[in-house]
């Protein structure tokens, strides 16, 4: 299951407040935002003086319980078949439901809307273009952020589910969230199944996931959102996704906006969790109060604090982007990442998939989906108003895990499938603190920070990107050694950007 940061808190008085505000409500006509398609990738390998590009991403292997080697295939499907995940596919035309939720005692009429009007927002914020919403829809961002790699659309019921409990019941019987998956998911699909039996639900169906998880639904309510507190970490009046069910709950309260058009951003990053997605930010306190909490990918991601593009990692991992992998002295041209989804992987020894320790290099720019978070964000995060280089570390080694809580157990190179563990899933989160000893030091996907600040709970600036002249730290990874390339960033302008990589010469002892 994951969750969104605790970005902002709208309270039932604001929520009606800002809706008298906007007269009617939206003042553009729905109009769908317009499909962008890929272009022509032959996926073909790419090998050039010092560096290669694959075409494709090999298959993770690992060993049966036999001993004999056996092939997950791509990211998507290793979470899928070994990880426990349901999860929409990351690339072609993909559906989900989007159901707009009421309650008996929280109609839509508190939030001084008509029903219509309640559905024509929603569907502005899923499905509409650039001019319905403040930022951009849900689809939209999706077909962009993949460069046309995924169109993702869907049906906005223009009926609304009224919840079968009470705000007042869920409060009084202290509802746990994982209800919803449990006992809710299933009644939602046969509502939608009653309310629309003309519209076959099989066309909504993820290939390869079991009969009874396999329709994405999103389900907008009416209540407003409501922050956690120590008495109620589990509140179920939040915005979170399901990891076994591909199930979205949000507030209609995170997408009210400071003008007319709706906000799609907590939405935004709820469906990335519905592609796969994990969160970048620590989702969970630690259990010493005492323990300093380090924001690993500071703040600047869709996955972290609800802002910009998706990063190289996430685009990895949803097959939208192949690296330049370093093999000798090269020097590689590199455009904005979120324009062109050009990338530079550094390691010693890559496995050529996903799931392996390395750094990756990107071109930042404050442009196409980066651009309204320059200025506008929220009240955690604004990105970066110059361009630069971004360097992460990436440490998505898999381990056998535990078929409940998914603790790691072991490395998925040391060991094979047992009787104790048929499932794997990420060695490392961002939760490095809840993680086994054994595991605990390392980060997932961590941005390493030019003129690092003291505080460790503070949001990515210009000064914290690499430009020309800046010296890149040496690269040292989890496993022991470190890249044996300096690395050098000769010239850097916003249509592009010029890296050199010379080995470093050790001298004898």
Same mark, same amino acid.
């Given at each position: 299951?994951?969750?969104?940061?605790?970005?902002?808190?709208?309270?039932?008085?604001?929520?009606?407040?800002?809706?008298?505000? +906007?007269? #009617?409500?939206?003042?553009?006509?729905?109009?769908?935002?317009?499909?962008?398609?890929?272009?022509?990738?032959?996926?073909?390998?790419?090998?050039?003086?010092?560096?290669?590009k694959y075409g494709n991403y090999d298959s993770y292997k690992v060993k049966d319980n036999k001993g004999d080697e056996m092939s997950l295939g791509s990211a998507y499907e290793t979470f899928r078949d070994y990880g426990m995940?349901?999860?929409?596919?990351?690339?072609?035309?993909?559906?989900?439901?989007?159901?707009?939720?009421?309650?008996?005692?929280?109609?839509?009429?508190?939030?001084?809307?008509?029903?219509?009007?309640?559905?024509?927002?929603?569907?502005?914020?899923?499905?509409?273009?650039? =001019?319905?919403?403040?930022?951009?829809?849900?689809?939209?961002?999706?077909?962009?952020?993949?460069? +046309?790699?995924?169109?993702?659309?869907?049906?906005?019921?223009?009926?609304?589910?009224?919840? $079968?409990?009470?705000?007042?019941?869920?409060?009084?019987?202290k509802l746990h969230r #994982?209800?919803?998956?449990?006992?809710?998911?299933?009644?939602?699909?046969?509502?939608? =199944?009653?309310?629309?039996?003309?519209? #076959?639900?099989?066309?909504?169906?993820? $290939?390869?996931?079991?009969?009874? =998880?396999?329709?994405?639904?999103?389900?907008?309510?009416?209540?407003?959102?409501e922050e956690k507190t120590e008495e109620d970490t589990e509140n179920f009046f939040w915005a979170y996704t399901f990891s076994d069910v591909p199930l979205s709950w949000s507030s209609y309260?995170?997408?009210?906006?400071?003008?007319?058009?709706p906000d799609a951003h907590t939405y935004i990053h709820e469906t990335g969790?519905?592609?796969?997605?994990?969160?970048?930010?620590?989702?969970?306190?630690p259990k010493n109060k005492d323990t300093v909490v380090i924001e690993p990918t500071s703040f600047i991601d869709m996955m972290d604090a609800s802002v910009g593009d998706e990063?190289?990692?996430?685009?990895?991992?949803?097959?939208?982007?192949?690296?330049?992998?370093?093999?000798?002295?090269?020097?590689?041209?590199?455009?904005?990442?979120?324009?062109?989804?050009?990338?530079?992987?550094?390691?010693?020894?890559?496995?050529?998939?996903?799931?392996?320790?390395?750094?990756?290099?990107?071109?930042?720019?404050?442009?196409?989906?980066?651009?309204?978070?320059?200025?506008?964000?929220?009240?955690?995060?604004?990105?970066?108003?110059?361009? +630069?280089? =971004?360097?992460?570390?990436?440490?998505?080694r898999l381990a056998f895990i535990t078929s409940s809580g998914k603790v790691p157990i072991e490395y998925c190179k040391d060991g094979t499938f047992g009787t104790t563990s048929s499932n794997v899933g990420y060695a490392h989160d961002n939760n490095t603190y809840d993680n086994p000893n054994k595991f605990q030091k390392n980060y997932l996907y961590q941005l390493i920070l030019n003129n690092p600040p003291k505080e460790q709970s503070v949001c990515a600036t210009d000064a914290n990107l690499f430009r020309v002249g800046d010296e890149i730290p040496a690269l040292k990874f989890n496993q022991g050694d470190e890249f044996l390339y300096q690395i050098t960033i000769n010239s850097l302008q916003f249509s592009g950007s010029s890296i050199k990589f010379e080995k470093i010469k050790k001298h004898a002892k």
């Open positions: 299951m994951n969750f969104k940061r605790n970005l902002f808190v709208i309270t039932s008085a604001l929520v009606g407040a800002l809706a008298l505000s +906007g007269c #009617d409500f939206g003042i553009s006509k729905f109009s769908h935002y317009e499909y962008i398609y890929e272009a022509e990738d032959k996926h073909e390998d790419i090998e050039k003086e010092g560096y290669v995940n349901s999860n929409i596919p990351s690339t072609g035309d993909q559906k989900i439901i989007v159901v707009p939720v009421s309650f008996s005692d929280y109609k839509v009429d508190k939030l001084n809307i008509t029903e219509q009007q309640y559905i024509d927002r929603i569907n502005k914020a899923f499905f509409g273009n650039s =001019k319905n919403n403040e930022y951009v829809s849900v689809g939209e961002y999706f077909n962009k952020s993949s460069y +046309g790699k995924l169109r993702l659309d869907g049906k906005i019921c223009d009926k609304i589910y009224e919840f $079968p409990l009470s705000v007042s019941d869920i409060k009084e019987k #994982d209800a919803l998956a449990t006992d809710y998911y299933k009644k939602v699909i046969d509502w939608y =199944k009653q309310t629309y039996p003309e519209d #076959d639900i099989s066309k909504y169906e993820i $290939p390869g996931l079991k009969t009874g =998880k396999n329709i994405a639904i999103y389900m907008v309510y009416t209540y407003p959102s309260s995170f997408s009210v906006p400071e003008y007319d058009e969790h519905l592609l796969g997605l994990n969160d970048y930010y620590p989702t969970l306190a990063t190289g990692f996430s685009k990895m991992y949803l097959d939208w982007t192949r690296p330049y992998y370093v093999t000798d002295n090269c020097e590689i041209q590199i455009k904005p990442f979120t324009e062109s989804g050009d990338l530079i992987l550094l390691s010693n020894n890559w496995n050529k998939t996903v799931f392996d320790e390395y750094y990756l290099l990107e071109f930042y720019t404050p442009t196409y989906l980066n651009a309204h978070d320059v200025s506008f964000g929220n009240n955690l995060a604004k990105l970066p108003k110059i361009p +630069g280089i =971004k360097v992460y570390h990436v440490d998505a």
